[in-house]
Structures are given as C-alpha cells and as structure tokens.
C-alpha cells in the first residue's frame, strides 16, 4: 500500500529556507507513470500547487509561478524519497504542506506538515 | 483568488443530492479534464473523481462528476451526515504550466 512519509521542521525564520522531505513506500521516485508534487494550504491562498518532479527517461521539474525562483524539488533515488526546499522564506509561506503521488489525479497525500515562518 | 471558482458553501438534508459547481473559465484547463477532492478538518484532501466523471477504487458511486464547456460538476447523492466536508475541484492549466485549485465548497448536512 502506498503511503508518503512527510518529515522537517515545522518552525522556520523569515529570510531562511523551509525544507521538507516526503519517504516514498509502497512506489519508486522512479516510476514513469507518477509525478511527486508539494501542495500547501494556507487561509489566504487556498489549496496550491508549488511544484512537481518527474521521470521519463530524464528528471523533470515543474514549479509554479508564484515561487518559481525560490523553490526546488528534487528526487532521492538512493532513499526513494523527494525534498522541497523553498528559499528566503516569509510569513506569508506559512501554511499545511503536502507532498502527494500525481497519478490520475492526486492520489495519494501524505498527512501534512505545518511550517510556521516567524522568528 | 482562486483561478477556478466554486461557491463558498452548500448545504442539503440527509437523503438528498447536492451539486457543486466549478467554473474552469478563468483557466485553459488541459485536456479539459477536471479533479474533485475532498477534505475533512484534520485530514489530508481525498480524491473523489479524476478526469471529470472517473471513481478511484473505493469511491462510492453515490459521488458523480461532469463537465460542459467551463463548467463542471460534482454530485453527491444519498447525502449522508460524514459528507460533511470541504470539496476542491482542480485541473492543469496550460496557461500557468501548473495545477490549479478552486477556493473551495464546504458543505453541510443540516
């Protein structure tokens, strides 16, 4: 059964990187059928798509626009698991983050992370 | 703002079939196909119907999807007192290469 281990610290300074990693069981990083995506959601902005990573022979990423510069996903072959790193961070990245498998929709979700951006 | 729109609340009785809308206007949705999900308090989102009017395995069929035009569809009929939840319609939109949600519709059983 697939399920996704979220995991990182759920406090973080203004100006400094929020980082969050989701464990992959029950699948592979690898699979060429998924795409593994971060969510957020948040009282202002509603559910959000920030991004996605994908493999079809090579990796692909895909960002949203509202953090296109600041953000990375990656991949972890060796731990099967992906990261999101999110740079210069504000209080306005405050929000419940979700890592989620993208096959025929968002399947699957991990339980959540909440991050807090204050000092 | 959310670029697709749905209606802040509904509500309907035990028994009855509600319907919530999602307008796919403000988006150029791909391949217009459309997501629903839901989520309770406390819970991660839930996928309810992919590509318009698709069940995944264990999604009763008391849960409908539909899509015309810009608009889309999510039935849910039998309405029960744990239906009682917050529903997101999503799609890709090819003009942001990137998902999209609605606000967002929560629902009441009175």
Redesign the interface.
Known sequence: QLQLQQSGPGLVKPSQTLSLTCAISGDSVSDNTAAW?W?RKSPSR????L?RTYFRSTWYH????SVKGRITINPDTTKNQFSLQLNSATPEDTALY?C?RGA????V????TMVIVSS | QSVLTQPPSASATPGQKVTISCSTSGADIGNDLVYWYRQVPGSAPQLLIYKNNQRPAGVPDRFSGSKSDTSASLAISGLRSDDEAEYFCAGWDDRVTGWVFGGGTKLTVL
Do not use: K, M, S
């Open positions: 995506n969510i509603g559910l959000e798509w991004g895909d960002y949203a626009v979700y989620a025929n929709g968002f399947d979700w991990g339980r959540g």
